[in-house]
């Protein structure tokens, strides 16, 4: 297996530059009845509800916050530009709609940013450094292909190589927590080989959040309508809002993995135990950013340099600089470290921020920081947590949420088996289940075989 840019950046950066969008909800009173209800706004309600309009059926889509995006949100009041505080990355720029559907809308889609530094202590790694790192990953990532062929499923934290170096930190991070948002001892050695290659990496230059927002124009959504109760049958759904009932003859859920094992959601039946099962083994982990504003650019970095270190443990850090030729700096943390950091709350996190930017770049990092804002999507009541990515041994439930349960079918990154973790992989897993809910409902026929009109026609003219 060959090293890519998506296991060396570890899927996690690119700049939001100009003005973002921040929906906000209609007058029009919710409708009571419909074909198919969306539940959630985010890519892949938004992907599911673009594709049921298109069949010409009725759809309301429930989103229980005050804007659409989901795990996609552009700030653009914060800071003096936008800055994304879920999802940056879009992928594989050949396939993906969303791409086509960002340029249709007027939306820049740009390149990942190249620049990357590798700190060890308070200078630059040198070049055979840099190279004594990329070997260390070829290494661990064939060790991870390699165990993923066993009979068992086993963590990447066991298929490691014994000996990594100094650089055993370093790899562990990026192959676990900034990629995944989990530390390699949780993270399936079969999910992570089986996931579709990421390495071309996009962004919607003014933010993912802007976009799915954008891709929302004109659909029927009420926002702050939380669904509280969901009874399904083999026939149809009556879904239970602060504002009222809805009935509809299927519903598409895109609630998280994280929100459907909590119980917030209620359903009447319970789902059945194989779903709710399924869904605890694609946890989200946990992977949040710390803004911080420096003017004067304090730290010497350029323009949407990345940034990491040769780490010694867990406590460390991804940063990428100056995003966007701004003086806005983001440092993500994430796995069990940064899990336990946002559960301390936003303080504590800048100061963790400021206390590494000033361990690898100087203490005058502290001084210049002027504005700062942190993520916490561990804490987000309708999301609880970052992305997906399976135990050892839960590969397979990724396909167990495709499957319909009666009249549900659930949709989001942790129902894709190869994009889960990913926008693309939302968007697509939207689309999926749109497709099964038409069917379900008899808006799409199958097209029948043609062997049986031939044959009957030969019986005919005998």
């Known amino acids: 297996m060959t090293i890519t ?4 950046l570890a899927a996690s950066a690119v700049m939001v530059l100009t003005q973002g969008l921040r929906a906000t909800a209609g007058a029009a009173p919710m409708p009571r009845e419909a074909d198919i209800v969306v539940i ?3 890519a892949a309600g938004i992907a599911a509800a673009r594709r049921i309009m298109a069949a010409n059926r009725k759809v309301v889509v429930l989103e229980a916050t005050g804007q659409i995006g989901g795990r996609c949100l552009t700030d653009s009041t914060t800071f003096d530009v936008p800055f994304d505080r879920g999802a940056r990355w879009i992928h594989n720029p050949d396939t993906n709609p969303m791409i086509r559907l960002a340029r249709g809308a007027g939306l820049d889609v740009v390149p990942a940013p190249l620049g990357q530094k590798i700190r060890i202590g308070r200078r630059n790694a040198r070049a055979s ?3 004594e790192l990329l070997a260390t990953l070829v290494r661990a990532n064939r060790a991870i292909d390699d165990a993923s062929r066993g009979r068992v499923d086993v963590s990447c934290a066991a298929a490691l190589p014994k000996e990594l170096g100094d650089w055993a930190g370093a790899v562990e991070f990026l192959l676990g927590a900034n990629a995944t948002g989990k530390d390699l001892k949780e993270l399936s050695a079969l999910d992570k080989i089986r996931a579709q290659d990421r390495s071309a990496a996009l962004a919607c230059r003014q933010g993912l959040g802007t ?4 891709l929302g124009d004109g659909l029927p959504i009420s926002l702050g309508t939380p669904a509280t109760r969901i009874a399904w049958s083999g026939r149809d759904v009556t879904v239970e809002t602060p504002a009222g009932k809805i009935a509809a003859r299927a519903a598409i859920v895109t609630a998280s993995s994280n929100v459907l094992t909590s ?8 789902l059945p135990r194989r779903t709710l099962d399924a869904a605890s083994k694609v946890s989200l982990g946990s992977y949040d950013h710390i803004a911080l504003q420096l003017p004067g650019n304090a730290l010497g970095l350029s323009r949407d340099d990345v940034v ?6 867990a406590r460390t850090a ?7 030729g701004s003086s806005l700096c983001s440092v993500d943390v994430a796995g069990s470290f940064g899990r336990d950091l946002s559960a301390q709350g936003e303080p504590a996190m800048v100061a963790f921020a400021v206390e590494w930017l000033s361990k690898l770049f100087g203490s005058d990092a502290a001084k210049a920081v002027k504005k700062s804002s942190a993520t916490r999507w561990d804490a987000a ?3 609880l947590g970052a992305m997906s990515a399976a135990s050892p041994g839960g590969q397979p439930s990724r396909k167990v949420l495709m499957e319909p349960v009666g009249s549900l079918f659930l949709a989001g990154e942790a129902a894709h088996e190869t994009l889960w973790g990913t926008v693309d992989g939302a968007w697509e897993s939207g689309e999926r289940a749109a497709e099964a809910a038409l069917r379900k409902i008899g808006a799409i026929k199958d097209v029948e075989p043609d062997q049986p009109l031939r044959a009957s026609k030969k019986r005919k003219r005998s």
Do not use: S, Y
């Not at 976009?211 to 954008?214: E, G, H, N, V, Y």
């Not at 990491?308 to 443990?313: L, V």
């Not at 991804?318 to 966007?324: Q, R, V």
């Open 5 to 8: 840019r998506r296991d060396f």
């Open 40 to 42: 959630g706004a985010g």
């Open 129 to 131: 450094e840099v190279e």
């Open 211 to 214: 976009l799915i927002a954008k």
């Open 263 to 270: 119980g917030a959601l209620k359903f009447t039946p319970e």
């Open 308 to 313: 990491i270190e040769q780490a010694k443990d």
């Open 318 to 324: 991804f940063m990428i600089a100056n995003m966007g």
């Open 381 to 383: 009541p309708f999301a």
